[in-house]
Nanobody, 118 residues
Framework: QVQLVESGGGLVQAGGSLRLSCAAS????????TGWFRQAPGKEREFVAD????????SYADSVKGRFTISRDNAKNTVYLQMNSLKPEDTAVYYC???????????WSQGTQVTVSS
């Protein structure tokens, strides 16, 4: 029913910027926030950032704090992740997810590859 369509991934040089978009076909009544996660080869999927739909409260992983900015457009049911000062360590498949108030995941996007070259 609810689908998260992600776009904006690609190849970028270290120090560059990239913006990811996550558009939902519809907002589930249970959705409290939308988050971004990433998974590098051989590593666990890790939390990157999230933003609540009511109030726009944000949270960031320490590794991206000050470099990444999460934002939302309620009218478009779209969440963005602006990534600046990218580092090779940011290379991963990035996913957005619809989160319940408990932070459990209801839906995942298909993922988009972000590759940062040194």
């Amino acid at each position: 029913q609810v689908q998260l369509v992600e776009s904006g991934g690609g190849l970028v040089q270290a120090g560059g910027s990239l913006r990811l978009s996550c558009a939902a076909s519809g907002r589930a009544f249970s959705t409290y926030a939308t988050g971004w996660f990433r998974q590098a080869p051989g590593k666990e999927r890790e939390f990157v950032a999230d933003i609540s739909w009511i109030g726009g409260r944000t949270s960031y992983a320490d590794s991206v704090k000050g470099r990444f900015t999460i934002s939302r457009d309620n009218a478009k049911n779209t969440v963005y992740l602006q990534m600046n000062s990218l580092k090779p360590e940011d290379t991963a498949v990035y996913y957005c997810a619809a989160l319940r108030v408990t932070m459990s995941v209801d839906y995942w996007s298909q993922g988009t590859q972000v590759t940062v070259s040194s």
